[in-house]
């Protein structure tokens, strides 16, 4: 399970007296549990400094049958986030029973975000259902 909520931090709300000229996207809430983990958001791109950059971990080798992973964003009005997985979602063969992937996105008036994740590779016997 992995939620994420970011919105805006203006000039003003910045801590210990820092300012700029542009507002920032900033994590409100959110939180993750095993076996996916979220990092601290980056801020790679200097010509988009209000863009907010997230990379999900997924620990262990790769999901089998009655595995679920959950994630649920929400970007508020004006946010700005890019989301992405630091590898492969693998698919292991199955007896019976399937794994399951599910997205949740909300973005508020001028918000944009955009998800891309790393490839997933279905293994022989796998069953995977991605909503």
């Given at each position: 399970?992995?939620?994420?909520?970011?919105?805006?931090?203006?000039?003003?709300?910045?801590?210990?007296?820092?300012?700029?000229?542009?507002?920032?996207?900033?994590?409100?809430?959110?939180?993750?549990?095993?076996?996916?983990?979220?990092?601290?958001?980056?801020?790679?791109?200097?010509?988009?400094?209000?863009?907010?950059?997230?990379?999900?971990?997924?620990?262990?080798?790769?999901?089998?049958?009655g595995?679920?992973?959950?994630?649920?964003?929400?970007?508020?009005?004006?946010?700005?986030?890019?989301v992405?997985?630091?590898?492969?979602?693998?698919?292991?063969g199955?007896?019976?029973?399937?794994?399951?992937?599910?997205?949740?996105?909300?973005?508020?008036?001028?918000?944009?975000?955009?998800?891309?994740?790393?490839?997933?590779?279905?293994?022989?016997?796998?069953?995977?259902?991605?909503?």
């Amino acid at each position: 399970m992995l939620e994420l909520h970011v919105g805006l931090r203006h000039d003003e709300d910045w801590p210990n007296g820092r300012s700029g000229p542009r507002p920032t996207t900033v994590r409100l809430a959110g939180g993750h549990r095993a076996p996916m983990h979220l990092g601290r958001l980056l801020y790679p791109d200097a010509s988009a400094p209000d863009m907010a950059y997230a990379f999900v971990t997924t620990i262990g080798g790769g999901l089998l049958d009655g595995d679920t992973l959950s994630t649920s964003i929400v970007a508020a009005r004006g946010s700005r986030l890019h989301v992405t997985t630091t590898g492969a979602t693998r698919i292991y063969g199955m007896d019976h029973g399937i794994a399951i992937q599910s997205t949740s996105i909300r973005a508020d008036e001028d918000a944009y975000v955009e998800v891309v994740p790393d490839m997933v590779i279905p293994f022989r016997g796998s069953a995977f259902q991605n909503d």
